[in-house]
């Protein structure tokens, strides 16, 4: 199975099997972003397009962090086949049983199923040898441990990766986008969206977008001459540089420039730089009432359409369209608060 294509969606078609293996730590927030898309997914479809099940290294309850433990429905040793394998967890760390977990992700690759991974996860894929030469997103705090451990793989900053039948996500928000995604892929963008309106959320965030990463936390995971062309692009987002000037002022070729970005984050100095000033537009965008045009040409671009144009082939939607959305959504809550109504407690 693929993530990224249709499936058979017609009524009476088998659902897809989609085994959830949970492997400690793994909190009810992480499983909530893994499930809670496909539990709404069948509930506003009104057919059970997926049939999630839980299991666990052993067949135990699995222990949650904050306390309590939860049931599954049995070992992944039993588990003879399914579509699709997500393997759920916080961190990856591995116990005294890390060596038959990794056996049986092997066996369970023999059968042909698809694979998926959050932020441990994905640790315990690529120690399976599941994700090489595959693209990976990974956590920005966990760069430089994979750099390390596993050279194989194509190490991405970006929110998710869909590499044919893996998948792997940076974080649990990033998971939830990802599921969400998925749904629109297999089933319908309709539906994901209005799966993603059931959880809280007013858009899905395509993959190809970067983490949130602090300055502080960039000079610590990547090479010194890469952190100061970052700093530079952060502090010339107004009248942004050129690749040639970015690398005069680091004391680099540009040739080197571009190596430095490809290899440490997957991505050209000029594709970087554009879409760092375009997340700088969407915060002014959604949290400010500064017209639409002087935000464009505050983050570098040279006119409203140019803004305009790169703005939408990024999120998806355009400046305008974004910041009624938002405005809407903060009307919405206003609301809810004017009333006196609680807000609904968001689902694991």
């Given amino acids: 199975m ?9 009524r009476g078609a088998p659902p897809l099997d989609v085994a959830v293996l949970l492997l400690p730590p793994v909190s009810l927030g992480t499983l909530g972003a893994i499930v809670d898309p496909f539990v709404e997914a069948n509930r506003v479809g009104g057919q059970r397009y997926y049939a999630v099940h839980l299991v666990s290294a052993d067949g135990a309850p699995v222990a949650l962090p904050g306390g309590g433990r939860l049931s599954v429905g049995g070992a992944l040793s039993s588990l003879v086949r399914c579509d699709a394998l997500v393997v759920a967890s916080d961190l990856h760390q591995p116990g005294a049983n890390a060596a038959d977990i990794v056996s049986q992700l092997k066996r369970i690759a023999r059968v042909g199923a ?6 441990g996860g994905a640790g315990w894929l690529a120690a399976a040898g599941l994700l090489e030469n595959r693209r990976v997103a990974v956590h920005w705090e966990d760069m430089t441990l994979y750099r390390e451990r596993h050279p194989e793989l194509v190490l991405c900053a970006t929110l998710y990766e869909i590499d044919a039948d893996r998948l792997t996500a940076s974080s649990s928000q990033a998971t939830l986008d990802m599921m969400l995604y998925v749904i ?3 089933l319908s963008p309709r539906l994901a969206d209005d799966v993603a309106r059931q959880l809280g959320l007013d858009r899905i965030r395509p993959g190809h977008e970067k983490q ?10 990547h090479p010194p001459k890469l952190t100061e062309a970052l700093l530079v692009m952060e502090a010339n987002l107004e009248e942004p540089l050129g690749s040639d000037e970015i690398a005069e ?9 571009e190596r430095l970005f490809k290899q440490n984050l997957d991505i050209l100095p000029s594709r970087y730089y554009q879409e760092l000033r375009l997340e700088r537009a969407r915060q002014l965008i959604v949290r400010t009432q500064q017209s639409i045009v002087q935000i464009g040409l505050s983050c570098g671009f040279s006119s409203g359409s140019h803004f305009a144009t790169a703005y939408r ?9 974004d ?20 807000p609904t407690e968001p689902s694991c």
Avoid: K, Y
């Fill in 249 to 257: 002022c680091v004391g680099i070729s540009r040739r080197q420039l």
């Fill in 2 to 10: 693929r993530w990224d294509r249709p499936v058979d969606a017609e």
């Fill in 114 to 119: 698809a694979f998926c991974g959050n932020r």
């Fill in 323 to 342: 910041r009624s959305r938002a405005t809407l959504t903060g009307s919405q809550a206003t609301e809810t608060r004017a009333a006196g109504t609680p």
């Fill in 212 to 221: 949130a990463v602090p300055a502080t936390s960039r000079i610590s995971q």
């Fill in 184 to 186: 629109a892929q297999q």
């Fill in 313 to 321: 082939a990024h999120f998806g939607i355009t400046p305008r369209e």
